[in-house]
């Protein structure tokens, strides 16, 4: 019943930036982005509570991440610059009823899951 909706993957030169945006049909208390590279476990990126005025990052992208939410339209955004080839991997939006911040990085925390975007940074 819950839908979450990324957009903006694709083809971006290394020392770019990209712009990710996810759209869920329900308002949530956490939402959150993740990635997965071929062979590579699900990693955590960041995620924000629903004011905004919370965020996590993952310490492989801090500082040269931001992720952002609209609360009243339910859209959360991800924004990282300084691209590198590791970057590569298909990016995942996901959001969760729950708030307990200590457990914000963990998959088992998050209900709700987008499809999937591919991101993909050449060298």
């Known amino acids: 019943q819950v839908q979450l909706v990324e957009s903006g993957g694709g083809l971006v030169q290394a020392g770019g930036s990209l712009s990710l945006s996810c759209a869920a049909s329900v308002r949530t208390l956490l939402m959150g982005w993740f990635r997965q590279a071929p062979g590579k476990e699900r990693d955590f990126i960041a995620a924000?509570?629903?004011?905004?005025?919370?965020?996590w990052y993952a310490d492989s992208v801090k500082g040269r991440t931001t992720i952002s939410r609209d609360g009243a339209k339910n859209t959360v955004a991800l924004q990282m610059n300084s691209l590198k080839p590791e970057d590569t991997a298909v990016y995942y939006c996901?959001?969760?009823?729950?708030?307990?911040?200590?457990?914000?990085?963990?998959?088992?925390?998050?209900?709700?899951w987008g499809q999937g975007t591919q991101v993909t940074v050449s060298s």
């Open positions: 996901a959001g969760t009823s729950r708030y307990r911040a200590y457990l914000v990085r963990a998959r088992s925390e998050y209900e709700y």
């Open positions: 924000i509570s629903l004011s905004g005025g919370n965020t």
